[in-house]
């Protein structure tokens, strides 16, 4: 598989307060953004636990993004 | 910060390449931040290519792998060891990037070691076994002395038994 046609699964975890509500708005205007990223929203970026990111790479995601 | 440094020490000791891991931050009034963010994110997984098949290892490898690290995650030495180490930071106070991978190199890296190998040892034995400790030790990739520590542990709480040299899980 070239990594043209290689398209990777990213799980986000995203803020409920900045970034989801940056994607929320991003959204809104519009803006073009790759769809590969998975959204789970979190109340706070500090309820992430390094058990989660472990997790998301057993279940075969290729990365994860926390956004806060 | 603190957990994603320890995130990250943990994929590198597993052998994942780090950088597939990204904290950053954007408020909810940066929506164009938010998205150069993301689009850069998702090119640099690209380049890095598929998980496993870019860092040569196989999946049922790379699983085994996970599987330890996440109980070793779970259980109580790690978190305590996270939880003091965080305690100590706030008394100081110095969240510097730097400060962080000191501390966690230096109070928490051995420790990760340890407890993944110890939990990849009892997992290979209940997944693989029965098995030789010659065999366990190569596919842990730990030393043997430690290896053969963590089963005698094991043996001693009745968790493996040992016949003609091959261990097994206690039914």
């Known amino acids: 598989m070239s990594h043209e046609q290689f398209n990777p699964k990213i799980l986000g975890f995203l803020c409920n307060w900045c970034c989801y509500a940056a994607a929320d708005s991003a959204g809104v205007a519009r803006y073009q953004y790759p769809p590969n990223v998975r959204a789970i929203r979190v109340m706070c970026t500090g309820r992430m636990d390094p058990l989660f990111i472990i997790d998301a790479f057993c279940a075969g995601t290729d990365g994860v993004f926390v956004g806060g | 910060?603190?957990?994603?440094?320890?995130?990250?020490?943990?994929?590198?000791?597993?052998?994942?390449?780090?950088?597939?891991?990204?904290?950053?931050?954007?408020?909810?009034?940066?929506?164009?931040?938010?998205?150069q963010l993301i689009t850069d994110f998702t090119s640099k997984?690209?380049?890095?290519?598929?998980?496993?098949?870019?860092?040569?290892?196989?999946?049922?490898?790379?699983?085994?792998?996970?599987?330890?690290?996440?109980?070793?995650?779970?259980?109580?030495?790690?978190?305590?060891?996270?939880?003091?180490?965080?305690?100590?930071?706030?008394?100081?106070?110095?969240?510097?990037?730097?400060?962080?991978k000191d501390k966690v190199e230096e109070k928490l890296v051995s420790m990760i070691a340890t407890e993944t190998a110890k939990n990849e040892t009892i997992l290979r034995i209940e997944k693989e076994g029965p098995i030789s400790l010659d065999d366990l030790?190569?596919?842990?990739?730990?030393?043997?002395?430690?290896?053969?520590?963590?089963?005698s542990a094991f043996s001693k709480k009745g968790l493996v038994t040992e016949t003609d040299g091959q261990l097994s899980i206690t039914k």
């Open chain 2, 45 to 100: 997984i690209k380049s890095i290519g598929p998980l496993g098949e870019a860092e040569d290892i196989t999946k049922d490898e790379l699983q085994f792998k996970l599987l330890a690290a996440r109980s070793a995650l779970e259980q109580a030495k790690l978190r305590t060891g996270f939880g003091k180490l965080t305690k100590g930071f706030r008394k100081d106070g110095d969240y510097s990037e730097q400060t962080i």
């Open chain 2, 1 to 35: 910060m603190i957990t994603a440094e320890l995130a990250r020490k943990m994929l590198t000791k597993i052998g994942i390449n780090s950088n597939r891991f990204a904290l950053e931050w954007a408020s909810a009034a940066e929506a164009p931040l938010f998205v």
């Open chain 2, 137 to 151: 030790t190569k596919k842990v990739g730990a030393a043997a002395s430690d290896i053969e520590k963590y089963v």
